[in-house]
């Protein structure tokens, strides 16, 4: 089929370019609102190339950057869009560079790739089954801070990365001290007890 050259017709539904004011079409029911504070984090967080940029065209620029390694899902956007892992479900997991075979079951679930609204909920990733998982994630993830990021979170990714890359030597089941108390449910690790000394 021959292409006329000319855009498609698909109404005021549809944008084209990241003007800001053609955003104001976007469809409402899709579109990301951030909260106050949300916002206020973002401003705190951003690249300074992408302060006053509306919040929608940041979270499109996000989905279609080059940098995005990962699976740029809108809920994990917008947990991206204001550094938002203190609600407990945003894990760094998420930022793990997607493969091929991710990014066809990405498009074969029923997730919307289009739905930057709140309706679209996170979904839990599986924690790391090793640190090279951990290491690849954070690596993913500070790629993506490198373009959207001011220099202060780049630094605390490449802090990260160099952190947990330093306990390379030890062995993989010795990785997983920091994911303890996930594993065990939120619980408190069980305590050995100290044998009584004798008077």
């Known amino acids: 089929m021959e292409s ?67 699976l740029g899902q809108p809920p994990v956007l917008r947990g991206a869009f204001d550094f938002g892992f203190n609600g407990g ?27 930057f609204s709140e309706r679209n909920v996170l979904r839990p990733v599986a924690a790391a089954s090793s640190r090279g998982e951990l290491v690849n994630a954070l690596r993913s993830f500070h790629i993506f801070g490198s373009q959207f990021y001011n220099q202060l979170v780049v630094d605390l990714l490449d802090t990260a990365t160099m952190f947990v890359d330093r306990y390379r030597g030890l062995r993989e089941t010795d990785a997983f001290w920091m994911e303890t108390n996930d594993l065990l449910g939120g619980q408190e690790v069980p305590q050995v007890p100290q044998p009584s000394r004798s008077t």
């Not at 206020?40 to 950057?65: C, D, F, P, T």
């Not at 997991?93 to 498009?107: I, K, N, Q, S, Y």
């Open 4 to 70: 006329s050259g000319k855009l498609p017709n698909w109404g005021d539904n549809y944008v084209f370019s990241f003007d800001d004011d053609d955003y104001r079409r976007v469809r409402p029911q899709v579109a990301f609102r951030p909260s106050a504070t949300q916002h206020r984090v973002h401003l705190s967080v951003i690249n300074q190339r992408y302060k006053g940029k509306n919040a929608q065209v940041i979270l499109e620029m996000m989905q279609h950057s080059d940098h995005v390694l990962f």
């Open 89 to 115: 479900v945003l894990s760094v997991m998420h930022f793990r560079e997607a493969g091929l075979l991710d990014r066809v079951r990405a498009m074969e679930s029923s997730a919307s790739s289009t739905d």
